[in-house]
C-alpha cells in the first residue's frame, strides 16, 4: 500500500452472531495501528453491535436490524425500507474498501454492492492459510490489503454507566467484595452446547467448598419457548435453589451492554462456547470453556488464559461438574506460575 493509499476509508461488514463480531476485532485493531489515519467503520446488526460500542478502532458503528431479531410491534416492510436508507447513506461516504471477514453471505454482499467502494474483499477457502482459528483468517485481509498481517488481542469496550451500576450491585450485596468471583454463564444458543442447571450448581457448591468463591450468575432472560432467543429464567432459578447457601448474585443479561459490564467485573469465566465466551476473552478474563459441536480450534477463547473441555460425543451434557472443577484449578495453577499458556482441548 502505497503512501497515497494511507489515508482509505474502509468498511468492514461484519453481520453475524456475537462471538464472530468479537473475532473481527483484532483485524480492526490492526487496521487502526497499521493506517491510524483512515476513516474505518463497520457495519453489524442491532442485535450485536453494542459489542463495538466505544471501540476506540472506529470511526463509526453502522447497524440495522435482521427480519428475524424484529421486535414485537416492528414492521419487517418498514426494516427493510431502513436498510436501503442505510445503504444510501454507506454509500454516499464513497468508501475505498469494504471488507467481508466473515465471507461471501448473501446479505454482505448485496450491502456490498449497494455500496459500490473501489474495492472488495472477501474472506474465502485461501484464507484458511493462515491458520485454524477465526481470528487468524479474518486478520488474512490485511496481507490482500497490502498490510503486515499480525493478530493482535481482541478489544471489547464495557459501558462506563452499565460498569458503575453492575458495580453498585456488587457492592450492595456483598459489602466485602468477595476474594474471587466467579462469572457463571448459564445460556447457550445450541442445544449441544447446554449444560444442566444441576451441573452449574454442583460446581458452585465445590468451587465455594475449595476456594471461597462466590459467584455473578448471568443468563439470557425470557422462557425457553422465546421465538428468537429463548431464555434461560427457569434454568436460573434451579441453579439458585440447588446452589444452597453458596453466594450468588443473580443478573439476566436483558442487553449486551450489561452482559459485557458484567463479565468485566468477574475474576474469572465458566461458560459453554459462544458469545458470552468471547466476550470474556475480550476483556481478557481467565475461562474454562465447555464446547459441544463446535471446532475448537477455530472458535477456542483468543489470546486469554484458558481451559477447554470437549468430549468425544461433542455434548457439553456428558462433561461431569468434577472435571469443569479439575480445569479450573488447572487454570489457577498455571495463572499462579505465571504460566498463562492456552492450553489443548481435552
Request: aromatic share 6%.
Amino acid at each position: 500500500m502505497s503512501a497515497a493509499e494511507r489515508t482509505p476509508r474502509i468498511l468492514v461488514i461484519r453481520r453475524d452472531n456475537i462471538g464472530d463480531l468479537v473475532c473481527t476485532t483484532p483485524l480492526l485493531r490492526s487496521l487502526r495501528t497499521q493506517l491510524p489515519r483512515a476513516r474505518i467503520a463497520a457495519l453489524a446488526t442491532r442485535y450485536n453491535a453494542a459489542a463495538l460500542a466505544g471501540n476506540p478502532d472506529l470511526d463509526a458503528v453502522y447497524a440495522y436490524t435482521k427480519a428475524k431479531h424484529r421486535g414485537e410491534g416492528e414492521n419487517v416492510i418498514a426494516l427493510y425500507a431502513r436498510r436501503v436508507g442505510l445503504a444510501l447513506e454507506l454509500r454516499r461516504e464513497r468508501f475505498d474498501w469494504v471488507l467481508l471477514p466473515g465471507g461471501p453471505h448473501a446479505s454482505a454482499l448485496r450491502f456490498a454492492r449497494w455500496i459500490g467502494a473501489q474495492r472488495t474483499l472477501v474472506r474465502g477457502p485461501a484464507d484458511a492459510a493462515a491458520g485454524p482459528h477465526e481470528v487468524e483468517q479474518c486478520c488474512s485481509l490485511l496481507a490482500r490489503m497490502g498490510l503486515r498481517y499480525e493478530t493482535p488481542p481482541q478489544r471489547v469496550v464495557p459501558d462506563p454507566g452499565e460498569l458503575a451500576a453492575i458495580g453498585s450491585r456488587i457492592a450492595a450485596h456483598w459489602p466485602a467484595r468477595p476474594g474471587s468471583l466467579i462469572a457463571l454463564h448459564l445460556s447457550a444458543r445450541k442445544p449441544s452446547q447446554r449444560w444442566s442447571a444441576a451441573n452449574f450448581a454442583a460446581l458452585a457448591r465445590a468451587l465455594h467448598r475449595e476456594s471461597g468463591a462466590a459467584f455473578l450468575l448471568l443468563w439470557a432472560p425470557g422462557g425457553s419457548e422465546g421465538r428468537a432467543h429463548p431464555g434461560d429464567d427457569e434454568k436460573a432459578r434451579e441453579v439458585i435453589e440447588a446452589a444452597g447457601a453458596v453466594p450468588v448474585l443473580p443478573l439476566a443479561t436483558r442487553r449486551l451492554e450489561v452482559l459485557i459490564a458484567a463479565l468485566a467485573h468477574c475474576d474469572a469465566v465458566i461458560c459453554c462456547d459462544g458469545g458470552a465466551m468471547h466476550l470474556a476473552a475480550a476483556l481478557g478474563k481467565p475461562i474454562v470453556c465447555l464446547f459441544g459441536r463446535s471446532d475448537a480450534a477455530r472458535w477456542r477463547p483468543w489470546g486469554v488464559a484458558h481451559e477447554l473441555l470437549q468430549k468425544d460425543s461433542r455434548e457439553v451434557s456428558d462433561i461431569a461438574p468434577r472435571e469443569a472443577l479439575a480445569a479450573y484449578a488447572r487454570l489457577r495453577a498455571r495463572l499462579a506460575a505465571g504460566n498463562p499458556v492456552d492450553s489443548p482441548a481435552a
